[in-house]
Structure formats: structure tokens, C-alpha cells
């Protein structure tokens, strides 16, 4: 039986005795909440990525939700959405009280079209959330562009001082995926106002749980000071952290907001460091080599489609290979994941669309209005990519996926 082959998981975290010693070092040094560790990892991230601000939070979706309300989205907002996403991206924009708006992607690279996005925008439009889809940044240009066009700016209808302030809509990226890809010579990170990753345990650069909000907002907003508002509000709104409060007498605190509760604790943040220092020579190399291999084996074959992850302006940090068979159905698809399985392999199908989903079904969005979100979910299948991945493994991947398609 082909079960009796060792199984090939899909993503699993690289974890080796420099992970474990410096978490065993951040437990000894009696400090296990946000502290040194978290603020050294701020500090990390804002060099690597070429910006001044970084917080870092317990998840991505936090620090999505935390910019919304920073930029005081509320009921009767329209936040623009990818239908092609992670359901994190829209789910935020409802906890706020406002309406995702879902546009549909591109058939090329599935990252949010721009054109789409035009036609979306509206009076009540406060954000736009593109998503970096599997590591592939957006056209941060085009996006940019649209959101300073004159037009656009006078349909812009502020409601609170931070809105008016920027006098547009402002471009959050969900850069859950794409930490360390590049556009046009910058980082993820830099490309926009602000930019959140995910340290999520399948993300590139994990810290089990994690987050970071990288600002890059431009004149006149202050980022030292929004990088204290953000800090607050991650901490239930408290004027001083635990670390302030432990120097002796420094105990009397206020609440100047009903903040949320989302700050990193120092021993995922060393997590986050010892991933960081080898992430862009080490991990990213080798998620390279993979991405490498497997369109050498795909591109041989006429069934496949194969993903695009580099570009003349634009390297992807590798994190999803979202494979594409051509002329098949979601059930055909489906076959093949089930023969792979089989084989003991673990694939994966990167996203379900929004509207495929029963919440946002009931919500009243339908996926017939997202043609090709459905065309690039029904055909897709994502293969495993991770630091331990052997040449081996690899080659068994390609096999069992030539020998499924058949
Ligand atoms: C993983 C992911 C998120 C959420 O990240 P968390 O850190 O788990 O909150 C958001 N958006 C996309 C596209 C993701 O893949």
C-alpha cells in the first residue's frame, strides 16, 4: 500500500535547537511577556523591511483590525477586499461594523485587479486591504496611484480627524503572506501606509502566533506617536506597559481607552528573532530552490499552469505555489488532491473563496459575481514548500501530482 510511504506534510515550522535555546533563555531571563525580546524584534523587522515603526502584535489579524480602528472605520464604511483571500482579511472589516467590499482578482497571478477596485469605490470607501497572494506583491504603483487620484480623493468623505488628515483612502496591505518579497527595489513593508504580517505557525517567519504592523504613513502623521497609540490600544488602552510598571514606584497607571488585549510576548518575539536572522539567506533561499524544482518538472507538462513568483519588478517571498491545472473542474481537482493524499501527501487548496463560505453566503455575496476567484480556486492546488523539505520529498511530490493529473 502507498500509505506505507512516509508522510509529506505540508507546512510544518522549522524548529531546531537555536529555536529552542532561545526560547528556553527568554523563560530564564524571568521576563515572558512583551519586554526587550519584543521590542528588539520590532526594531529587527523595521531595519529588514526599510521602515522606522514596526509593533508587533499576537496575530496579523489583529494588527488589520487595530489599523481600522485606528483610522476610525465604523458602521456604514465600505473597506475594499479581495473575494480571493483568507477570510481574516474581510472579517476584520465586519467586526469594526462596515461592509467588506469584494472585488475579483486577477486571472495571471490572483493578487486583487486594480481595475476592479475602481469601479468598487464609492463615498462610503475608507480602505483598500490588498493581499499579497502567496508571497506575490501587489501593483503597489497602480494602487498607490489610485488612492492620491484627484478624483477618487474628492469622492473621499472623512469622518474622523485621523481621515482627514490623510485626505484619502488609506492602502492597509495584508501582507500575511509576503515578508521579504520585493517591488520594484523595496520590501513589503515599504510599498504603502501600512503594511501587517503574519507570524502565523504555516507563515515564511513564524513565531507560533504573531503579527507586526509595519507604518509607513506620510505627512503630517507623527509615526513614533501612532506607534505609542497602537502599543496602547494593544494593551487595553493602559498608559504603561508591565515593563514600565516594574520600575520600583512607577505603579499608578490610567485607561484613556477600552483598548483591545493583542500584545507579543517575548517568548514568541524569540521565536521571531532567531527566524529572522536566517530568513532572508537561508529560508527564503530555500524556498527559492523549491519554487525552482517544481516549475522546472510543471513546465514540462502542457497540463499545468504554473505559478508566477517572479516578475521584471517583482520577487515573491515564496510562500505559497499555488499550482494550477488546466481544463479541470473543482470536482476533477478535488480527485486529484484525493489520489495525492493517497500517496501520503499532504497539498492544500489556497483560498475557498469569500463567497464561497457560509457566513459571507448568508451575508448576500455570490460567486458568480467573482468569475475568476472561482476559476483560480476550482483549478489549485498548493504544494508543500518548507525549510525541511529534501530533494527527495520533492521529487515524490512531482511524481505523485504528474502521475494524479493523468
Ligand atoms: C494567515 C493570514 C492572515 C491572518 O494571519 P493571523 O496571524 O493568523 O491573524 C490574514 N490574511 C491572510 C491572507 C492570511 O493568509
Not at 12 to 30: F, N, W, Y
Not at 197 to 222: R, W
Request: net charge neutral; with cysteine.
Amino acid at each position: 500500500m502507498t500509505h506505507n510511504l512516509p508522510p509529506i506534510p505540508f507546512s510544518p515550522p522549522r524548529i531546531d535547537d537555536k529555536t529552542i535555546a532561545e526560547v528556553i533563555s527568554a523563560l530564564q531571563s524571568g521576563w515572558i511577556t512583551t519586554g526587550p525580546r519584543t521590542k528588539e524584534f520590532e526594531k529587527r523587522i523595521a531595519q529588514y523591511v526599510g521602515v522606522d515603526k514596526v509593533v508587533c502584535l499576537n496575530s496579523a489579524s489583529a494588527g488589520l483590525e487595530l489599523m481600522l480602528r485606528w483610522f476610525g472605520v465604523q458602521e456604514g464604511d465600505e473597506v475594499i477586499v479581495p473575494a480571493y483571500t483568507y477570510c481574516a482579511t474581510a472579517n476584520v472589516v465586519v467586526h469594526c461594523g462596515a461592509k467588506p467590499v469584494m472585488v475579483d482578482v486577477n486571472a495571471n497571478d490572483f493578487n486583487i485587479n486594480i481595475q476592479n477596485i475602481e469601479k468598487a469605490i464609492t463615498e462610503k470607501t475608507k480602505v483598500i486591504i490588498p493581499v499579497d497572494f502567496a508571497g506575490l506583491p501587489c501593483d503597489y504603483d497602480e494602487l498607490n496611484q489610485l488612492a492620491s487620484n484627484e478624483n477618487i480623493r474628492k469622492k473621499f468623505t472623512p469622518r474622523t480627524l485621523t481621515q482627514k488628515q490623510l485626505g484619502r483612502i488609506l492602502i492597509l496591505s495584508d501582507a500575511a503572506h509576503s515578508i521579504g518579497a520585493i517591488y520594484k527595489g523595496k520590501r513589503t513593508g515599504a510599498l504603502t501606509d501600512v503594511t501587517v504580517f503574519s507570524f502565523h505557525a504555516v507563515k515564511n517567519l513564524t513565531t507560533a502566533e504573531g503579527g507586526a504592523i509595519c507604518l509607513n504613513l506620510p505627512e503630517p502623521f507623527n509615526l513614533e506617536e501612532i506607534y505609542k497609540q497602537l502599543c496602547i490600544k494593544s494593551l487595553h488602552g493602559q498608559s504603561k506597559d508591565a515593563l514600565a510598571k516594574t520600575q520600583i514606584g512607577n505603579w499608578r497607571y490610567d485607561v484613556c481607552e477600552a483598548g483591545y488585549k493583542c500584545n507579543m510576548t517575548d517568548i514568541l518575539a524569540a521565536i521571531g528573532l532567531v527566524e529572522l536572522e536566517r530568513y532572508e539567506n537561508d529560508m527564503l533561499l530555500k524556498r527559492k530552490y523549491i519554487f525552482d524544482k517544481y516549475t522546472e518538472a510543471f513546465s514540462k507538462d502542457k497540463r499545468f499552469e504554473i505559478p508566477i513568483f517572479e516578475t521584471d519588478t517583482k520577487k515573491s517571498s515564496y510562500h505559497v505555489y499555488p499550482l494550477r491545472i488546466k481544463n479541470t473542474t473543482e470536482n476533477e481537482r478535488d480527485a486529484i488532491i484525493q489520489q495525492v493524499a493517497m500517496q501520503n501527501i499532504s497539498v492544500n487548496v489556497h483560498f475557498i473563496p469569500l463567497p464561497m463560505l457560509s457566513f459571507y453566503k448568508s451575508a448576500g455575496y455570490n460567486i458568480q459575481d467573482f468569475s475568476v476567484a472561482y476559476d483560480n480556486y476550482a483549478r489549485e492546488i498548493s504544494l508543500p514548500v518548507y525549510y525541511d523539505l529534501t530533494d527527495e520529498q520533492i521529487e515524490r511530490v512531482i511524481r505523485a501530482m504528474m502521475g494524479a493529473s493523468s
